[in-house]
């Protein structure tokens, strides 16, 4: 075990390439941090003379830090992520009670505010943001080094005033003592701490002398979440404040060309009536008459530039596309070629719908002007440097005027990530309109975002594949069409490359399977409908028309499905032992009665590894997963009870994509609404989850959107195995099961 004093093992390697370490004192606290480059930064500094993206800080103080230790012995870790359920709030302060060796009872979190330089996401900066679970993967050597830094600067506290050897200082659970007797909290030390030199160089633990990481330590969030107090952006209420709505074109690309409001000014309770470039705002004193008086409005649009098709017009569309060639994302041998010259080929589509986020707490925030002329802003913010630019432009002030205040967020699923930080835009826009005088609290309705929100675009696969002499893979020629998220934003640079979109092609281009003859290509299909990443991105889809094609193959080919996986997975060990891993705990290959079976899928994304059995049952069209047995590799497991929620919660919400979630247009409009229509999983159809975690010692890795990609798929090899009928598109039709 560690010995809990200075005489560390020698650090891992762990050092960026440039780092700064900073300090600051105030009211008898001892705050500290670290700031790092993103990737994007270190690769033009490697690359020489490019210019680093995040100005590093020198030795100048800063106010705001990643750790603080007060005197009433708490330790606040500042949280640079949101946190919308997946548990960062616990998983952060973690990281850093490890290399402190606090006492999980002293832990606490607190969300940051705006600032790239401070709060950057080294993996996608320059920007502070929160998505492709990336918070703890980003977090991990910098909050580690904060931790082992602060730790330092108590023990040199502790040598200064005892007169002890540094080496005989023993820190344990947030208790520092010596051997003469003498002992102190974080809390007595953090004044005195607070003076000593920040040290340049730290130790960090061994993980095998870990005592917190990999533990189930209860969640800093669940007392506040049980009791009602946590505050969610509806929660906030400042004084005098209006609820606006807005009233947005009814088909995407749509404009306005006329508004009589008249009769919304009428209702009781509306204050006033805006047009801002998204549309018309109703201001009144509560949520009630807002609504009320936006449904008074007579609007007229200009629909000469909006979408005007219905699904099944796009989906023709669609595959006259894919009769041609695309842009090329992979090419590896010849597949045409190969595919002339085997003796079995195999051919399937896939069709994968437009899909809404549904958070359960729908969009809204506050914004309120300040004396000076300054602006908070109080949301579940995904983006907050993003959101705070976008801001400050619409409301002609620098960014420094713009103050971002992150709550609680009641679920996103990628929603409140959007690269134009748009709700915030929105709400900017109505208070610069209606002057600024009260506070301003917009709020979109369910039924705004379900119909007129940002979705996960539709796609179409076709896949060519074959068999060689062997029974392994020859060929695979796969063609997807679907509407590019990353045109026309910030991200459009990285993203997009040689005509790809790589979020749109992930999962497939590739696909870790050894196949010597592949050709992936793509093509665009602009639309005016507004999209946006959705949980897992890409991988959404790929990974079900990758896995329910290998599965054809191996069936094909008169192989088990797990045996003929692991046949092409050679060269990726981390993908067989969690395949191997799953197909184990779940039994998988044993008998099952007449219209019970299993599938199995794996499928790594965000570095993260997992694979899935499911076990279904088919009676007619009527399909009950039963059972659900998943394996994951994420390296390090931080907290093993945060990650089996998170393994649980993508399972379910990708189970409810599978089996009912489509966004339908008919003329241009959207069909659903509500989860009348667009109706969320349910309690009964939850199956039974078993998580089993791989034990690792690579850095951690995300966990918060790979649990969706596996699920359809193995869920779909399933009710194959049941009754010998292949369901590739998404949501199942299960009619088509009648008579199996």
């Given at each position: ?11 891992p ?5 440039r780092r ?8 008898g ?19 020489g ?6 100005p590093?800080?020198?030795d100048?103080?800063r ?10 012995n ?31 009872s ?20 320059p ?27 108590l ?25 003469s ?7 007595d ?5 607070a ?27 669940h ?23 807005l ?6 690309g ?15 309770g ?29 609007i ?9 098709r ?10 006259t ?33 437009y ?30 440097t ?29 929603r ?35 119909k007129?929100?940002?979705y ?8 060519e ?24 934003t910030?991200?459009?640079p990285?993203?997009?490359k040689?005509g790809?979109?790589a ?7 590739d ?11 793509w093509?665009?299909?602009?639309s005016?409908i ?9 991988h ?17 080919a ?8 692991v ?7 981390r ?6 891993l ?17 599938g199995v899928?794996?499928h790594?994304?965000f570095n ?10 088919v009676n007619g069209?009527?399909?009950k ?6 394996a ?24 409810g994509?599978?089996l009912?979630n ?10 659903q ?24 010692t ?6 918060g ?9 193995a ?18 039709d299960?009619?088509?099961l009648?008579?199996?």
């Open positions: 075990m560690y010995s809990k004093t200075m005489n560390r093992p020698a650090a390697a762990i050092a960026p390439s700064d370490v900073f300090k600051a004192a105030g009211a606290a001892l705050v500290i941090g670290f700031v790092m480059m993103s990737g994007r930064g270190y690769a033009e500094e490697a690359a003379g490019g210019k680093a993206l995040v590093t800080l020198g100048a103080p106010p705001n830090a990643f750790v603080r230790i007060a005197p009433d708490t330790v606040t870790v500042i949280v640079k992520h949101l946190d919308m359920g997946q548990g960062v709030t616990t998983g952060l302060p973690t990281i850093v009670a490890e290399e402190l060796d606090a006492d999980w002293q832990m606490r979190a607190e969300f940051a505010p705006a600032d790239a330089q401070l709060y950057n996401n080294t993996d996608f900066g920007i502070q943001g929160t998505g492709g679970s990336t918070s703890v993967h980003n977090s991990w050597t910098q909050l580690r080094k904060a931790g082992a830094a602060a730790r330092a600067m023990i040199a506290a502790a040598v200064d005033e005892w007169k002890v050897p540094a080496t005989e200082v023993v820190v344990t659970k947030g208790v520092l003592t010596h051997k007797g003498k002992s102190a909290t974080f809390g030390l953090a004044a005195k701490a003076q000593q030199p920040v040290p340049i160089e730290v130790r960090l633990k061994d993980a095998k002398d870990f005592t917190l990481i990999g533990t189930a330590v209860h969640r800093i969030d007392v506040v979440k049980t009791d009602g107090s946590a505050k969610f952006a509806l929660d906030i209420r400042r004084p005098n404040m209006l609820t606006a709505v009233q947005r074109p009814t088909r995407f749509g404009t306005l060309k006329s508004v009589d409001d008249k009769a919304a000014r009428a209702i009781k509306v204050v006033d009536v805006v047009i801002v470039p998204q549309g018309v705002a109703v201001l009144a004193e509560n949520t009630w008459a807002a609504r009320q008086g936006r449904d008074a409005l007579k007229e649009w200009d629909d000469s530039k909006a979408e005007m219905s699904t099944a017009d796009m989906l023709a569309d669609y595959k596309l894919a009769a041609t060639p695309g842009s090329v994302a992979v090419k590896a041998g010849d597949a045409d070629q190969a595919l002339k010259t085997s003796g079995k080929v195999l051919q399937a589509e896939f069709v994968f719908p899909l809404a986020h549904a958070p359960m707490e729908p969009l809204n925030c506050t914004i309120e002007q300040a004396a000076d002329g300054s602006y908070d802003f109080y949301a579940g913010s995904q983006f907050p993003i959101e705070q630019a976008v801001a400050a432009a619409t409301l002609g002030v620098t960014a420094d005027k713009v103050r971002i205040h992150t709550v609680w967020g009641g679920g996103s699923f990628g409140r990530a959007t690269p134009n930080g748009d709700y915030f835009a929105e709400a900017a826009a109505i208070m610069k309109k209606a002057g600024g005088k009260r506070p301003v609290h917009l709020v979109w309705t369910r039924e705004d975002d379900i007129g929100g940002r996960r675009p539709m796609f179409y696969h076709a896949v594949a074959s068999l060689d002499a062997n029974g392994g893979v020859a060929a695979w020629k796969h063609r997807l069409v679907g509407q590019s998220f990353m045109r026309g910030a991200f459009e990285v993203m997009f040689e790809v979109d979020t749109a092609v992930e999962g497939v281009a696909m870790p399977y050894s196949i010597p003859n592949r050709l992936v290509d093509h665009d299909a602009p005016a507004s999209t946006l990443w959705w949980r897992s991105v890409g959404s889809h790929t990974a079900q028309a990758v896995e329910v094609m290998m599965d054809d193959l191996a069936h094909a008169g192989k088990n499905p797990v045996d003929f996986r046949a092409l997975l050679k060269d990726h060990p993908h067989v032992a969690v395949l191997k799953a197909a184990e705990k779940a039994g998988f290959g044993q008998a099952m009665p007449a219209g019970q079976g299993q899928a794996v790594e994304s993260t590894y997992v694979a899935m059995v499911a076990d279904v049952t069209a009527d399909v997963v039963n059972r659900i047995v998943i994951v590799d994420c390296g390090i497991a931080i907290n093993p009870d945060v990650i089996k929620a998170q393994m649980e919660g993508g399972a379910g919400y990708g189970l994509a599978a009912r489509q966004i339908t247009f008919d003329k241009g409009i959207v069909d609404a509500n989860f009348d229509t667009y109706e969320p999983l349910r309690i009964s159809d939850m199956p039974v989850i078993e998580v089993h975690i791989m034990p690792s690579e850095a951690p890795t995300g966990v959107e790979p649990g969706v990609p596996p699920v359809a798929p869920v779909s090899n399933a009710i194959f195995a049941a009754t010998g009928k292949r369901l590739r598109s998404l949501p199942f299960f009619d088509r009648k008579g199996a």
